[in-house]
């Protein structure tokens, strides 16, 4: 609460002399920040008012009343910044100074087609590599930047010795020996199914192709339903049936309703005709 206090009164203060708050302003040469914010003769200017001292020196001895952003920086490294980072625009910071409006560099005033901003991109890019793609416990990722950062485009490559994954086409084959499967293990067990006739269809796959063969999306009542061909087509037309009556045909499949017509009608048609 005291930092709000006293940074809000410090904002009051330099705003009732002058309004607008500008930057710093930015030159190759050190002289000019620090003259202009050695004494703050122009208020308009300095954003800390009148200060003896140099910028860097009247920042660290603000830190009592406003948060310096760097914590207790020195005077080289705050000068650093100064002098480096904000004249020669390395990256677009903030004037360092809190609670007052501030400005940062537009976009257009960072010279992007230069060779030097493209070069500090790509360290920049080289270190965040280094740093986060090398994970030590996971040996695999070792490899796949070197010592400088680059990638290693071998590590991107599928392994030679790698098989090619075998296309799936699902036809009248298939269909056929799901069906064969439907009859000898039953519906519910896919599993079975896959490993002695459809070895490169899962037991998930297997399942949903038999949501398209019976018309329903819901085969918990066919659990260990076992029929043939002619028995599957017969259980597919009356669940169209029902669906199509009741609105609830959807993507090929009957679905359950919410206020269980759905569920009444399958009860009904199962007792007058059993599966």
């Not at 100074?97 to 991109?121: H, L, N, V």
Request: glycine letters at 8%; aromatic letters at 10%.
């Amino acid at each position: 609460m005291n930092f709000i206090v006293i940074a809000a009164a410090t904002v009051a203060s330099a705003a009732s002399a002058a309004p607008v708050f500008p930057v710093a302003p930015v030159s190759s040469s050190s002289n000019v920040n620090s003259g202009a914010f050695d004494n703050g003769s122009v208020s308009n200017v300095s954003p800390v008012g009148s200060n003896s001292n140099s910028w860097n020196n009247g920042f660290n001895a603000h830190q009592n009343v406003v948060a310096n952003p760097w914590g207790n920086a020195g005077s080289s490294t705050f000068n650093n910044w100064n002098n480096n980072a904000w004249n020669n625009h390395v990256r677009p910071y903030p004037v360092p100074y809190c609670g007052m409006a501030t400005q940062q560099p537009t976009q257009s005033s960072i010279d992007t087609s230069s060779s030097e901003f493209w070069r500090q991109k790509q360290e920049w890019i080289k270190q965040m590599r280094l740093q986060f793609s090398r994970r030590p416990e996971f040996p695999e990722t070792h490899s796949m930047v070197d010592d400088e950062g680059m990638l290693n485009q071998e590590y991107f490559q599928p392994p030679k010795d790698a098989v090619p994954a075998v296309e799936r086409k699902w036809g009248d084959d298939e269909k056929r020996k799901l069906l064969e499967g439907i009859e000898k293990y039953g519906i519910g067990h896919f599993r079975e199914i896959s490993e002695t006739l459809l070895p490169q269809w899962s037991g998930n796959d297997l399942r949903m192709k038999t949501i398209r063969v019976m018309g329903r999306q819901n085969l918990q009542l066919y659990k260990d339903w076992r029929g043939n061909a002619e028995s599957v087509q017969r259980e597919y037309e009356r669940n169209k049936e029902i669906g199509l009556r009741l609105g609830a045909w959807k993507g090929g499949a009957l679905v359950y309703d919410d206020d269980g017509l759905v569920l009444q009608a399958i009860e009904e048609s199962n007792k007058a005709n059993p599966p």
